[in-house]
T-cell receptor, first 115, second 114 residues
Framework: NAGVTQTPKFQVLKTGQSMTLQCAQDMNHEYMSWYRQDPGMGLRLIHYSVGAGITDQGEVPNGYNVSRSTTEDFPLRLLSAAPSQTSVYFC??????????????FGPGTRLTVL | RKEVEQDPGPFNVPEGATVAFNCTYSNSASQSFFWYRQDCRKEPKLLMSVYSSGNEDGRFTAQLNRASQYISLLIRDSKLSDSATYLCVVITRRMDTGRRALTFGSGTRLQVQP
């Protein structure tokens, strides 16, 4: 099992550019989520999904879109990048979700810099 | 006030020392608690769950104090390989949505020195 994979590992964008961060898991987990991690702030939930076709907003959703067309994939789209979106982004998956959280398995992260 | 607070450290301790971290949470309705470990520039990984009666996993002991609303992690006989950031995670049922939310603390950094 590859677990949770994310691409790219690093990305530099200019303000206003758009891009998609890719996330995939091969554990057949229903629940997937995106977090951003900033110094002193901990991980903050951006968006999550409890299954294919179902997504919902987390704590800091503005400026980001997600979709979940398959169980395996959960891409995160930055619509118009801003310097405030400079962060490390982690994708996570787990068997449980909002009603029954289990161990969260994280991908290796994407380090994004917006100039 | 943050929902989940941790002393950022760093805690610098010699090998073999015993070290303890606390994590306080503000919502008395919080239900489940975990400790995750995050190595430098890596992803977080589950270290252990925290049970009401306290639990141990080798050199690691986790405890919950509901009255004072904190969880603790005790590491005995520290190893160099224990150097990492330790994140506490709290699960709380939201009053507005009825759904459970998972909140991460910002982490406590531990540096074990030879």
């Amino acid at each position: 099992n590859a677990g949770v994979t994310q691409t790219p590992k690093f990305q530099v964008l200019k303000t206003g550019q758009s891009m998609t961060l890719q996330c995939a898991q091969d554990m057949n987990h229903e629940y997937m989520s995106w977090y951003r991690q900033d110094p002193g702030m901990g991980l903050r939930l951006i968006h999550y999904s409890v299954g294919a076709g179902i997504t919902d907003q987390g704590e800091v959703p503005n400026g980001y879109n997600v979709s979940r067309s398959t169980t395996e994939d959960f891409p995160l789209r930055l619509l118009s990048a801003a310097p405030s979106q400079t962060s490390v982004y982690f994708c996570a998956s787990s068997r449980g979700g909002p009603d029954n959280y289990n161990e969260q398995f994280f991908g290796p992260g994407t380090r994004l810099t917006v100039l | 006030r943050k929902e989940v607070e941790q002393d950022p450290g760093p805690f610098n301790v010699p090998e073999g020392a015993t070290v303890a971290f606390n994590c306080t949470y503000s919502n008395s309705a919080s239900q489940s608690f975990f400790w995750y470990r995050q190595d430098c520039r890596k992803e977080p990984k589950l270290l252990m769950s925290v049970y009401s009666s306290g639990n141990e996993d080798g050199r690691f002991t986790a405890q919950l104090n509901r009255a004072s609303q904190y969880i603790s992690l005790l590491i005995r006989d520290s190893k160099l390989s224990d150097s990492a950031t330790y994140l506490c995670v709290v699960i709380t049922r939201r009053m507005d949505t009825g759904r459970r939310a998972l909140t991460f603390g910002s982490g406590t950094r531990l540096q074990v020195q030879p």
